[in-house]
């Protein structure tokens, strides 16, 4: 009987996690390892008034740090949030940046830490640019306040730029957190769409891992659990968000989907959700990741019948004893059901994406590699197709 050999893979974490309920009390301690020198990168001014921010600010004074608050982060970060940040870190000689928040903040937080440290602009060290990110990068510890981007186990930092309609990531082991605190309680004051929409861009972050060519047993696994845990809590964190079980499984679902992601990655959806996100900078990233995944499901399951078997059964159990083929084509009707449960369905109409941007869209879902990894891959007429059907269903 001849065997299946397991496929040799790599697997990269160097994210110390600071994970359970009060952890944030640790945080002046944790920056103060890397350095004397702070930059707190969070969101609006309305945040400083908040109870998390008031929790850091006396962490880092006990341990008599020097900080600097810089609360110009919007959602989908810009290029201008990250040269406004790195003004203020120049200007103050920092050594450690500290970004507090969902991924807008943590990405913030690490973009600021490079162009801090390097000639030119943050946005010159994207992905497809010759310009290579350093170790001069300052360290960047992050505290997360959501469960869905991951960032504080990625080495990843995602910022949009408005003037040229393009949403691009920085990319390099040196923008892994040197440490993330993940602290449960921190998410609890996480309003209903917020918990799923974030939540749903988890999900993501595990099945896309999952279904990727550069899957592993290891990241197979993880994503698995990571699945699991979101089918069971997020709908339970959504109707009360003080749910102090279901806040604990989902912060550590979305540490672990970040993991899978760093070291398998992503596919279809992130290409044109990121496209989609660079014309329309007002849909949060997990509602461009919704608006696609039926289209996207019915486009893909067939070229990973088992996979997207297994992800049907967690969605629906009555595909239990059904074979692959059946909880295969199913798991696109639970895939449905499951954001008409969370909230989360919808169409690019409702989100106010103009139709006449589908085209450019469909040309920006291109430009990224991640559609090139797909189970069954497409070319820039198909997602435009993908696009109109997403547009407006019936």
């Known amino acids: 009987m001849s065997q299946a050999v397991m496929k040799a893979f790599d697997y990269h974490m160097p994210t110390k996690i600071l994970f359970g309920a009060g952890r944030v009390k640790e ?3 944790t920056v103060k390892s890397y350095g004397s020198k702070c930059l707190v990168v969070t969101g609006s001014v309305s945040i400083s008034a908040t109870d998390i921010y008031a929790k850091v600010a006396a962490s880092l004074k006990s341990e008599g740090m020097d900080f600097f608050h810089f609360d110009g982060v919007t959602p989908n970060p810009t290029t201008d949030d990250v040269d406004a940040g790195v003004a203020l870190a120049k200007e103050n000689g920092v050594d450690v940046v500290l970004g507090v928040g ?13 162009g801090a440290t390097h000639p030119g602009t943050a946005w010159d060290y994207r992905i497809f640019t010759e310009r290579a990110i350093t170790s001069a990068t300052l360290p960047v510890v992050v505290v997360s306040t959501t469960s869905g981007t991951g960032s504080q186990t ?22 892994f957190p040197r440490t993330g605190i993940v602290d449960p309680e921190l998410m609890e004051t996480l309003p209903p769409h917020a918990t799923a929409s974030t939540g749903f861009d988890a999900f993501t972050h595990a099945f896309e891992s999952y279904v990727h060519k550069n899957s592993t047993p290891f990241t197979d696994l993880c994503a698995l659990e990571v699945l699991r845990l979101i089918v069971q809590y997020l709908p339970w964190a959504i109707r009360d968000g003080h749910d102090k079980e279901a806040r604990a499984n989902l912060a550590w679902a979305d540490t672990l989907a970040g993991a899978c992601i760093a070291n398998a990655g992503v596919v279809l959806p992130h290409s044109i959700g990121m496209a989609i996100g660079g014309h329309a900078p007002h849909v949060r990233h997990g509602e461009a990741l919704s608006v696609v995944y039926p289209e996207f499901f019915k486009y893909t399951y067939a070229s990973s019948i088992s996979k997207f078997a297994a992800v049907g059964r967690l969605l ?3 595909l239990a004893d059904e074979s692959d083929e059946h909880a295969a084509s199913k798991s696109c009707e639970a895939m449905e059901r499951f954001l008409k449960d969370i909230g989360m369905y919808f169409t690019l109409k409702s989100l106010n994406v103009p139709e006449g941007e589908l085209p450019a869209i469909a040309d920006d879902s291109v430009k990224l590699p991640d559609y090139s990894v797909n189970p069954r891959v497409p070319d820039r007429d198909t997602i435009l197709d993908l696009l109109k059907l997403a547009y407006d269903r019936r």
């Not at 943590?106 to 490079?114: G, L, N, P, Q, S």
């Not at 910022?159 to 082991?173: G, I, N, P, Q, R």
Request: glycine share 8%; proline share 2%; net charge negative.
């Open 102 to 114: 969902g991924g807008s903040s943590m990405d913030t937080a690490k973009a600021i830490a490079v």
């Open 27 to 29: 945080v002046g301690q």
């Open 316 to 318: 629906d159990s009555s």
């Open 154 to 175: 990625t080495p990843v930092s995602v910022v949009t730029h408005t003037a040229e309609k393009c949403k691009y990531a920085l990319v390099d082991a040196v923008l």
